[in-house]
C-alpha cells in the first residue's frame, strides 16, 4: 500500500540512543524532517553498510532540519551489542542517530513492509514532513542496498518545493533549474 500522502503511523517504542535505551516516539519530531528507514537485521551484511552511510552524512541531514532514524525487528540488546561492535568485525560502532527495536513487528506492519514469510523488513526509506506526512517512500528489496546521496536530493527537492513552490523535475539538485506547475512552466523549462 502506498502511505504518500498519509500521516505516518505513530511509534512508541523502545530505541537505542548513544549506547542508552530509551522511549521513543515519532510525534517527539514534530517540526523536524524524518528520514525513517527500516532494516532486515542486525549483524547481517548489507545492513552495516547502510547505516554507516547514513552516518557519514548525519551532519548533511542535520544541516537540512532532518532527523535519521532506523528500525529493525532487533531487540535493544541486539541494537547495543551490534553498536558495540567495531566497523572492522561488521559492527555499527559510531553510529549516533536512534536504532528502534520492532521486536513485536507493529512498526514494520504499520508502514507495511514487513516480509511476513521470514519476519523481517525489506529496506523502507520513509521521508517524513515536518507535520508528520509521509511525502516519499521506496521500498528496496533485502539484497539491494538504499542511496543515501538519493534521500538527501528528495529531501532537498521537498524543501525547495515548500520554500519556492516549484517543482523538481527528473534528476535534479540544489542549484539547478525548477519549473512552475503548469503547462506554461513546463514550456519555460524546456526552452
Known amino acids: 500500500m502506498v502511505l504518500v500522502g498519509k500521516k505516518a503511523p505513530e511509534i512508541n517504542a523502545q530505541a537505542v540512543i548513544n549506547h542508552k535505551m530509551v522511549d521513543f ?4 519530531y514534530l517540526g523536524k524532517y524524518v528520514v525513517f528507514f527500516f532494516y532486515p537485521l542486525d549483524f547481517t551484511f548489507v545492513c552495516p553498510t547502510e547505516l554507516h552511510a547514513f552516518q557519514e ?8 532540519n532532518a532527523a535519521v532514524v532506523g528500525c529493525s525487528i532487533d531487540s535493544c540488546f541486539s541494537h547495543l551489542a551490534w553498536l558495540s561492535t567495531p566497523k572492522s568485525k561488521g559492527g555499527i560502532e559510531g553510529v549516533t542517530y536512534p536504532i528502534v527495536s520492532d521486536i ?4 514494520s506492519r504499520s ?7 521470514e519476519g523481517i523488513a525489506y529496506r523502507g526509506l520513509f521521508l517524513i514532513d515536518k507535520e508528520g506526512v509521509i511525502r516519499h517512500q521506496l521500498v528496496n528489496d533485502l539484497p539491494l542496498g538504499r542511496s543515501v546521496d538519493e534521500a538527501i536530493r528528495l529531501l ?4 525547495f518545493y515548500e520554500e519556492h513552490g516549484e517543482v523538481c523535475p527528473a534528476n535534479w539538485h540544489v542549484g539547478e533549474k525548477s519549473m512552475k506547475p503548469t503547462n506554461q512552466g ?3 523549462y524546456y526552452q
Open 25 to 28: 516516539n515519532l510525534t517527539s
Open 57 to 64: 552524512r548525519l551532519k548533511d541531514f542535520e544541516a537540512r
Open 104 to 107: 513485536h513487528k507493529s512498526i
Open 111 to 117: 508502514f507495511e513492509v514487513l516480509k511476513e514469510e
Open 156 to 159: 532537498d527537492a521537498l524543501t
Open 186 to 188: 513546463l514550456v519555460e
